[in-house]
């Protein structure tokens, strides 16, 4: 059971919620996992050849600079 607690404005409309840390984390985490399955989907749905490890770390590599 997750903890909330509402933020509201003057009239006592909720406009935000607080959770615990531990609780954020995870749904950020899950929310990356998600995404990177997303990815990973539409990846895979693509016709065309696969790039070599060596090639695609390079690649990576040379846009992280």
Known sequence: MIQE????DKKGRKIAVQV?????????SD???LE????YRKAKARKSD???FEQA???IEAAIK
Do not use: A, D, M, W
């Open 5 to 8: 607690n509402y933020v509201t």
């Open 20 to 28: 615990p840390l531990k609780t954020y984390k995870k749904l950020v």
């Open 31 to 33: 929310s990356e996992e």
């Open 36 to 39: 990177e399955i997303k990815e």
């Open 50 to 52: 696969p790039v070599p």
């Open 57 to 59: 770390f390079r690649e």
